[in-house]
């Protein structure tokens, strides 16, 4: 009984504030049409049901590096793919990339029944990604837009030059492969 009062009157102290600043709204924005630069130039503090709740105008996946965000342009979706793959929601490869609106979808393709493929929670072999990248394809297909004329010729020497002791792109920029698959696909 001593929890369930206790449930009651914290449950009472978070929603009381919120119900009371709904009430007083003199010029309010609708809570959908709510901007970041709107609610960050306003006075009145922003509720939990006021989308969206972000703190400053940055985009929502940050690295340390400023310089890499672009000033104005759109930012990649991937919150699909972060559902389940939420290791790379800070990865630097997969951050970067989503700062020049190249998403998850970009290499992968869309991959619709591989994100709707719920056989992985019960440990099931789940659908593949439209594409996947064995670790010899990774280079071409990193050359495809990062043309090897355009990359800095003294930290990507090794990338080049002996065949033997082949390197990959992901070797340096960011661990964006499996190092060991587990999973067979359907």
Known sequence: MRYILLSLVTAVLIF???GCEQGQSDNATQTDSVTVK???KS???LLLDDLPLLLDDEPPLLLDDPAQSLADGDMADNSRCFVCHINYVQEKIAVIHARHDMGCAHCHG???E???DESWASGGNGTAPDKIYTKDKVNPFCLDC????K???DQHKPLFEDADKKKYCTDCHGDHLLIERKTKWK
């Open 16 to 18: 009381l504030p919120t």
């Open 38 to 40: 709107e609610s960050a």
């Open 43 to 45: 006075d009145k503090p």
């Open 110 to 112: 869309e991959s619709d």
């Open 114 to 116: 591989h994100i709707a």
């Open 146 to 149: 990062h043309s090897k004329d």
């Open 151 to 153: 990359l800095p010729e």
